[in-house]
């Protein structure tokens, strides 16, 4: 009784600390041109008119999290709008892998002027920020995400990873 007990109070912390954001814990992968529609809880054509912004702008991130950068570029290309937090940080994201370092900053930034606590998007911004050799400037971004949420949270245990010669797989 004692160690089932005792296994899970050592795993809680870490679930709970994972956040509610990784899309590739909650988003199945649908076939090319589909798109998971979080209402009917399955996959469904692109182009469906009831898909909301924020199903594409997830799928998008998730697509990109799985390495196919210009497919969610072309899924975020069909937002009704394009001009929220989030979309433009994937937009970056994707951008930034693609070897796009400067346009990527450039979507960072007009993330943050939407959310400037929008930790992920700071994360991402100091991320680009060591890619152009400039430390100074993520470490920047690390200080501000330390205010947002803590030096526990991922974002700051991320950048901080990056910064320190480890970066994101």
Same mark, same amino acid.
């Given at each position: 009784?004692?160690?089932? &007990?005792?296994?899970?109070?050592?795993?809680?912390?870490?679930?709970?600390?994972? +956040?509610?954001?990784?899309?590739? !814990?909650?988003?199945?992968?649908?076939?090319?041109?589909?798109?998971?529609?979080?209402?009917?809880?399955?996959?469904?054509?692109? /182009?469906?008119?009831? &898909? !909301?912004?924020?199903?594409?702008?997830?799928?998008?991130?998730?697509?990109?999290? /799985?390495?196919?950068?210009?497919?969610?570029?072309?899924?975020?290309?069909? &937002? /009704?709008? !394009?001009?929220?937090?989030?979309?433009?940080?994937?937009?970056?994201?994707?951008?930034? /892998?693609?070897?796009?370092?400067?346009? +990527?900053?450039?979507?960072?930034?007009? !993330?943050?002027?939407?959310?400037?606590?929008?930790?992920?998007?700071?994360?991402?911004?100091?991320?680009?920020?060591?890619?152009?050799?400039?430390?100074?400037?993520?470490?920047?971004?690390?200080?501000?995400?330390?205010?947002?949420?803590?030096?526990?949270?991922?974002?700051?245990?991320? &950048?901080?990873?990056?910064?320190? +010669?480890?970066?994101?797989?």
């Amino acid at each position: 009784m004692v160690l089932p &007990l005792l296994l899970f109070c050592l795993q809680t912390p870490q679930v709970l600390a994972m +956040g509610n954001n990784d899309s590739n !814990s909650k988003t199945p992968d649908c076939p090319s041109g589909q798109v998971y529609d979080s209402v009917s809880k399955k996959c469904v054509p692109e /182009k469906t008119g009831s &898909l !909301s912004d924020e199903d594409k702008t997830n799928y998008a991130y998730h697509l990109a999290k /799985k390495g196919e950068y210009q497919a969610a570029l072309n899924l975020l290309d069909t &937002l /009704k709008n !394009s001009n929220t937090a989030e979309a433009w940080n994937y937009r970056g994201y994707a951008t930034r /892998k693609l070897g796009r370092t400067d346009e +990527g900053i450039g979507y960072y930034q007009r !993330s943050l002027a939407l959310e400037p606590n929008y930790a992920k998007a700071r994360e991402y911004l100091g991320e680009a920020w060591m890619v152009k050799g400039r430390p100074d400037l993520a470490k920047e971004q690390l200080k501000i995400i330390a205010g947002i949420c803590g030096q526990s949270c991922e974002e700051y245990r991320d &950048l901080q990873a990056a910064i320190n +010669g480890h970066p994101e797989s």
